[in-house]
């Protein structure tokens, strides 16, 4: 029985020691882990941080070009108002001119026209109606004129809400692009 004995102690310390070295074993296993998992945490950290680094500087520099594109369009949307502006304004003059000269030789003709009906009344009346006449044809031309400036600015006004309109809308399909290719980069 002892000799069990001593086999039994024999194989019990064999059976620690050989706990002890697999303990020792996992100990070691588990820090070289730790120590791989760490180095690769570090390294995805950097590889992320690049990445980052990376997508900043390509997105300031697109947000620059969109910038200095929308700087572009405005300037050129600018120059077409102006340009509408000055040619609608032109035509305005250019009609107001020939409406004018058309009401000067309407109301000469309207003048002689009446001076040849009152030939034959008397100095005082002809006088007199021919001034309540002349009233009338310049209240009429005012009026007429009126209406023709009323028409224009109407015109000139419709004209521009179209255009801003038009701009506008290119405006925001634009900044609408310019959202998708950002968009584009920060899902990249």
């Known amino acids: ?12 310390s064999g059976y620690k020691r050989m706990r002890r070295q697999h303990q020792k074993q996992i100990q070691q296993l588990e820090t070289k882990l730790k120590q791989e998992m ?9 590889e992320f941080n690049q990445c980052v680094q990376a997508n900043v500087k390509e997105l300031d520099k697109l947000l ?12 050129a949307a600018a120059t077409e108002e102006k340009k509408l502006l000055k040619t609608i304004t032109f ?15 309407d109301y000469k003709h309207n003048k002689e026209q009446m001076r040849k009906e ?10 007199a109606r021919m001034r309540l006449h002349k009233e009338s044809l310049h209240q009429e031309q005012q009026r007429a004129e009126n209406d023709l400036q009323e028409r224009q600015n109407q015109k000139l006004d419709k004209e521009m809400r179209k255009l801003k309109g038009k701009l ?7 900044e609408q692009d310019q959202l998708l290719e950002i968009h584009c980069v920060i899902a990249y």
């Open 168 to 174: 506008l809308l290119s405006k925001q399909t634009i």
């Open 38 to 46: 760490d180095e690769l945490r570090d390294k995805l950290d950097k």
């Open 118 to 127: 009152l030939d034959s009344t008397p100095k005082k009346e002809h006088e």
């Open 91 to 105: 035509q305005k003059e250019s009609e107001l001119k020939a409406f004018q000269l058309k009401q000067k030789k």
């Open 64 to 75: 620059g070009r969109h910038t200095t594109d929308l700087e572009k369009k405005e300037k």
């Open 1 to 12: 029985m002892k000799e069990h004995e001593n086999e039994q102690r024999q194989q019990f």
